[in-house]
């Protein structure tokens, strides 16, 4: 598993930081205006709004776009969208399971794009229900290790509904229930521990662990679905070793 949360890890650092930083934004302000829409437009009272804000801000959102997406959700500016949210399921290379979540005003386009995506790149998309066994939906809290311990986040988490604590190097990963998100989240922050990042995520009971040359053909099919604006979130239950990790970021 470290050799995946690493690459992981690089991959979100490498899309802040190129051309995709403009993709990262609208797909950001999107799930503003959906969270607005759905839990109401105020942040204290919608969790999922806050969060959404916050991961906003830290990607470096313009404070206005932000403010704009909350208002056009909550109806209080005219012109937002109908956002749907629609989720696909298939294989990628070598029976990689793939979960890929869409919100879009135009189911055919989306649909169109991703199976063009994953045919283009070895993959073939398949029933609802055909991979989306193996994934669980997990809230996942994202700290930097600086001078922490595993002890210190225990401490702090345990009471708050956190399942576990992972090491993943440079960063610890607290997992626990979507619902407990945002008390895990207050317990350290309240101990004055910096959260990196707060979000739901699907995990993997079984995952498939991939040479080199499976693993760039994942990451290039990856790519390929990311590049849809309907496309949100990419999930799959591939894992590598540190090594292969370490040859694709060369």
């Known amino acids: 598993m470290s050799g995946h949360s690493k690459w992981a890890t690089t991959k979100h ?15 950001l302000i999107k799930d503003i205006e959906v969270a607005a829409r759905t839990g109401g437009g105020d942040p204290a009272g919608n969790p999922t709004l806050d969060d959404m804000i916050r991961k906003a801000t830290k990607a470096s959102v ?11 959700g909550s109806g209080e ?9 629609v989720v696909y399921e298939g ?19 989306a649909a169109t794009e991703v199976r063009t995506a994953m045919s ?16 669980t939906r997990t809230g996942v809290v994202t700290v930097a290790k600086g ?14 509904g956190a399942e576990e604590v992972r090491d993943l190097g440079e960063v610890f990963e607290v997992i626990c229930a979507p619902t407990d998100l ?8 309240e101990q004055e521990i910096e959260v990196d990042d707060a979000e ?41 070793s540190d090594e292969v990790a370490a040859q694709l970021d060369d």
């Open 13 to 27: 650092k490498k899309a802040a930081n190129d051309a995709k930083r403009s993709k990262q934004w609208a797909k």
């Open 62 to 72: 313009p404070k206005d776009n932000i403010e704009r997406a909350r208002k056009r």
């Open 77 to 85: 500016e005219a012109g937002g969208s109908n956002w749907e949210a």
């Open 91 to 109: 294989y990628g290379p070598n029976g990689v399971a793939v979960m890929i979540e869409c919100l879009t005003d135009n189911r055919n386009r």
């Open 120 to 135: 283009k790149n070895g993959g073939n998309l398949g029933e609802t229900g055909s991979v989306g066994y193996m994934f």
């Open 147 to 160: 001078e922490l311990s595993e002890d210190d986040l225990l401490m702090a988490v345990l009471d708050a």
């Open 182 to 189: 945002r008390a895990v989240r207050t317990a350290l922050e």
């Open 200 to 240: 739901q995520d699907f995990r993997a009971s079984v995952e498939v662990d991939l040479d080199l040359d499976t693993a760039k053909k994942m990451l290039r099919l990856i790519d390929a679905l990311e590049d849809s604006d309907d496309v949100q979130n990419v999930y799959t239950n591939m894992t590598m």
